[in-house]
């Protein structure tokens, strides 16, 4: 499995971003899907995942701000961003769990190359 995202840049404090990730490959299962971030000198942290029924679960630090989405037809994942601060300045990376053929019980894994999301003050 590939992930690729898209979107990102550079936005002013108090803007907006939008991020896709867009799936290709082979897979039985696409499971959770989500987004998680790495700013430099700290560990890669999760933002955001949704299940492939829709559950959502979400960083306390970008609740209310950020909103993920998923199309399960052309298998991407989005994560809007609102009312961003400096400190959601990071690499942005999409993450996909999911099943083989013929491996039902086991759990892949998959991770894009990450896209720079900075926020100036």
């Known amino acids: 499995v590939q992930l690729v995202e898209s979107g990102g840049g550079l936005v002013q404090a108090g803007g907006s971003l939008g991020l896709t990730c867009a799936a290709s490959g082979r897979w039985h299962t696409m499971l959770t899907m989500g987004w998680y971030r790495q700013a430099p000198g700290k560990q890669r942290e999760l933002v955001a995942t949704?299940?492939?029924?829709?559950?959502?679960e979400y960083a306390d630090s970008v609740k209310g701000r950020f909103t993920i989405s998923r199309d399960n037809a052309k298998v991407t994942v989005s994560l809007q961003m609102n009312s961003l601060k400096p400190e959601d300045t990071a690499v942005y990376h999409c993450?996909?769990?999911?099943?083989?053929?013929?491996?039902?019980?086991?759990?892949?894994?998959?991770w894009g190359q990450g896209t720079q999301v900075t926020v100036s003050s």
């Open positions: 993450n996909a769990q999911y099943r083989l053929a013929g491996a039902p019980l086991n759990r892949e894994e998959a």
């Open positions: 949704i299940s492939n029924s829709g559950n959502t």
